[in-house]
């Protein structure tokens, strides 16, 4: 008995000890006892691993045993250490500077380095490694750190001294700005098919956020051809394996070494032209397979990097199984500056746990994204445990700093003096702003309008005031839908008539029930294809008074849902009373050309003769589009589903109803329609395109306001938007018959003017416009438009031709494209 005790014991103490991991810890150092800044470790022939921090300090906790540990980092020898782990250890490592040997090759015949013929092999080799593994998952852990370096005292009446001050920074208002981590579970099928399932995430300063990270933003795969990132370059970026990649690279080679029997050959990557967009830097080749065991690449402004200065991408492989090497580590770092300021940062990804034949469901791709209640809650020991960087000081004092204020700020007390501050009221901000009041602890705002937008002029109502308000209040926080109302009132200081109306929109359920009433002056063209600031200023100054109005006294109602996935539809109905209005006053600052106003009839320019008799109007309008996408995100506010990669359908329907509610309108009006924005064309920028198509099946009795209209446009400054004419007259090729139009538009994102010295550095990007409109009153009419845009702002000249005759040409400058 006492010996089967002991056994026993011993076999549970055993148990117990080998049950509980132990830590190997240390520090890289290269051979002048600097830190290695995130070098790797792994353990040989698996995927599990660690990287060092900013500062080379590293841990990786195991179970007790003999590891053969692997150290490496690009540009050093790889070192090799077995450990036989009982205890915590720690293994402080040297890392050597790798010294590339050249091999015993020769100039070919033509005098060409031999990095050449190696990468053509690379290339050659680029398809079969894309798609060699056709499936996988992982888990992936993210870091990224943002640091602002430098900042005035003061920006544009901003208090940035005091910004900072209470965001934790230091006195020369410098200092981490965001700090967060995550583990995410990333799945992926080819082609493009991704799932990712936030588990963890922390973010120094909020409790309550979740991380930015995203596996699939870190994604990076130099075996395609190209490399898109939306918002940083407007070109995509050629990889130098792509299958062109000689037309815009050229290569030297380095020298080769040899790391746990593997021939690595070192390739130095340098851009033909420094304006295309291209990498610079070096690759790192595996000879007989010719796959990419390493990159440590950069570019510049010189590419035309939006919001950067310079980012640098270093990307490192592991094998997985013989024939598949899987990304080990990511690592994107950056340093930018606008305006005084000045920041860097990086972010970090590291990988684990291969499987490379999992098994998917059909519909698990739906969800792109999930991050549920609770992962961002994980206490500090979790942390610790799970960490695979080691925090630096710097990083630890922030967390601890920041976690005091994230407290406070999460409090009523907080939030309240917070909003007692934002609220105050003050006279010029009513003037030039409009006034917000917010109770952040109750979800609720309202708004007040700025009062130097409420002034107009036209020649209907004379000079005008127009104000409006709205309350806004967060209803339900599990799906994040609001509540919604909105007020405005007006009057005309030359027909003496007040407006106003009511709109509102409310959850119910899963619909969205919205309503609109009132009394309103409104644009004969419902696509209200001119801003009335710009008409006020045509009318005051050149005494051109483009748009055209009517009265409308209205109630109606809609009720909005997403039937699944991509399918959504809306129903709504109408009941309006319809006055036209004759102009009501003459007045302008100036007279150029002793020029006469037009009338409120668009036909009858110079004779103030209605357009339309006083009418009501009973109208049902039923709209559905569908995207074939199912593509959603999952977060604890509920679903977001995102854009399409497939163009939209739509499909219309609007019956005017006679005799209900004394409407005198019967019609019916079918339409169709079919787009796309922002299709990539890859180095040749990207398309944009609508096509639509109606027909009145039944016009029995209709009123100009019934016609179908289209977003024309006559002066200089033009709405933007996939539907919009260049050079159409607003009002007088609506239709009450049938209509065809169609808008194609490429944006060449600088693909031409990148190759200009100086004009390049304007980062100005070439538009290509074409549309086309052909109704019973006009026949095939066609404009061409050829600009530029920069940022926001659009400059265009547009042609236009009726039945292939030129019939105008004029500049366009648009806005908010």
């Keep these: 008995m006492k010996f089967a005790f002991t056994y026993f014991l011993l076999f549970f103490i055993s148990l117990r000890i080998f049950s509980q991991q132990v830590t190997v810890s240390g520090k890289i150092t290269d051979e002048r006892n600097k830190p290695v800044p ?114 005035p005292k003061k920006f544009l009446g901003f208090d940035v001294q005091k910004a900072a001050r209470e965001n934790g920074l230091d006195s020369n208002r410098r200092g981490i700005v965001y700090l967060s981590e995550s583990e995410s579970k990333y799945s992926f099928m080819r082609p493009d098919k991704v799932h990712e399932e936030l588990i963890s995430s922390k973010v120094s300063g909020s409790n309550r956020a979740f991380s930015f990270n995203r596996a699939s933003d870190m994604k990076v795969n130099f075996y395609e051809n190209i490399q898109t990132w939306e918002g940083l370059s407007n070109r995509p970026i050629i990889s130098p394996i792509a299958d062109n990649a000689l037309f815009y690279y050229n290569y030297k080679y380095i020298g080769m070494s040899v790391e746990n029997g ?120 979790f942390w610790e445990n799970e960490r695979p960087i080691p925090l630096t000081d710097e990083e630890k004092t922030d967390y601890k700093n920041k976690a005091v204020l994230a407290k406070k700020r999460e409090s009523k007390a907080y939030l309240d003096s917070l909003d007692n501050v934002n609220n105050r009221f003050n006279l010029n901000k009513l003037l030039f702003r409009g006034y917000h009041h917010s109770n952040r602890y109750q979800h609720e705002s309202y708004d007040l309008g700025s009062l130097l937008n409420i002034r107009g002029f036209n020649t209907v109502e004379g000079f005008t005031l127009n104000y409006s308000a709205s309350y806004r209040k967060r209803i339900d926080s599990l799906n994040n839908r609001f509540l919604f109302f909105g007020a405005k009132a007006g009057y005309g200081f030359s027909d003496h008539k007040f407006t106003g109306s009511v709109t509102g929109s409310v959850p119910v359920k899963s619909f969205t029930l919205g309503f609109n009433a009132g009394s309103d002056i409104v644009d004969l063209n419902n696509t209200v294809p001119i801003s009335p600031v710009i008409n006020s200023l045509y009318s005051l100054f050149e005494r051109q008074n483009y748009e055209k109005f009517y009265q409308k006294q209205y109630v109606s109602a809609f009720l909005h849902k997403r039937i699944a996935g991509g399918w959504l539809a809306t129903a709504g109905a109408e009941w309006a009373d319809r006055k036209w209005l004759p102009n009501a006053s003459s007045y302008s600052f100036f007279n ?120 024309g446009n006559e002066v200089l400054f033009y709405k933007g938007g996939i539907t919009s004419f260049l050079l159409l007259n607003y009002y007088t090729f609506s239709t009450h018959t049938q209509y065809i139009e169609g808008h194609l538009e490429h944006n060449f994102s600088g693909f031409i003017l990148n190759k200009i010295p100086l004009i390049r550095k304007l980062k100005l990007q070439e538009i290509v416009d074409v549309n086309y409109l052909s109704t019973s009153e006009l026949k095939n009419y066609a404009e061409l438009g050829f600009g530029l845009q920069y940022l926001n702002f659009r400059l265009m000249y547009g042609t236009s031709f009726n039945s292939g005759s030129k019939t105008n040409s004029a500049f366009r400058l648009g806005l908010g494209f």
């Design 38 to 151: 995130f070098a790797s470790l792994y353990i040989k022939n698996t995927t599990k691993g660690t990287s060092a921090n900013s500062e080379g300090e590293y841990n990786l906790q195991l179970m007790p045993g003999v590891y053969d540990l692997q150290y490496k980092a690009v540009g050093f020898r790889q070192e090799s250490r077995k450990v036989d782990l009982r205890i915590s250890q720690a293994v402080n490592i040297v890392l050597k500077t790798e010294t590339y040997q050249l091999q015993a090759v020769t100039i070919n015949g033509n005098g060409q380095d031999p990095a050449y013929a190696i990468i053509r092999k690379a290339i050659k080799n680029r398809k079969a490694h894309l798609n060699e593994v056709n499936a996988y998952t992982c888990g992936v852990y993210i870091k990224g750190l943002q640091k602002l370096l430098a900042a």
């Design 592 to 711: 150029p050309g002793n020029r006469a106003y037009t009338s409120n009839n668009p036909f009858l320019p110079a004779q103030d003769v209605p357009l339309f008799n006083e009418n009501q109007s009973f109208k049902i309008i039923l709209r559905t589009t569908y995207d074939f996408s199912d593509k959603y995100e999952t977060y604890p506010t509920g679903k977001r589903y995102l854009p399409s990669p497939y163009p939209t359908i739509g499909f219309n329907y609007t019956k005017g109803v006679k005799n209900l509610l004394g409407s005198d309108v019967d019609y019916d009006l079918v339409s169709a329609d079919i787009s796309k924005s922002d299709i990539s064309m890859g180095v040749f920028g990207r398309t944009s395109f609508f096509i639509g198509a109606g027909k009145f099946l039944n016009n029995n009795n209709l009123f100009y306001p019934d016609y179908k209209q289209f977003a």
């Design 262 to 381: 593997e021939t690595i050959d070192k390739i130095q990557v340098i851009p033909k032209r420094g304006y295309d967009a291209c990498f610079m830097g070096y690759i790192y080749i595996l000879e007989d397979s010719w796959r990419i065991y390493g990159i440590d690449f950069y570019i510049t402004k010189k590419q035309n990097l939006n919001l950067v200065d310079t980012l640098k991408i270093n990307e490192q492989f592991f094998p997985v199984t013989q024939k598949a090497w899987m990304p080990s580590s990511i690592k994107f770092e950056f340093t930018g500056g606008l305006f005084g300021f000045k920041i860097g940062g990086y972010f970090i990804s590291l990988y684990k746990d291969y499987d490379l034949e999992p098994k998917f469901s059909k519909k698990e791709f739906s969800e792109v994204m999930r991050i549920t209640r609770g992962v961002n809650k994980k206490d500090s020991a």
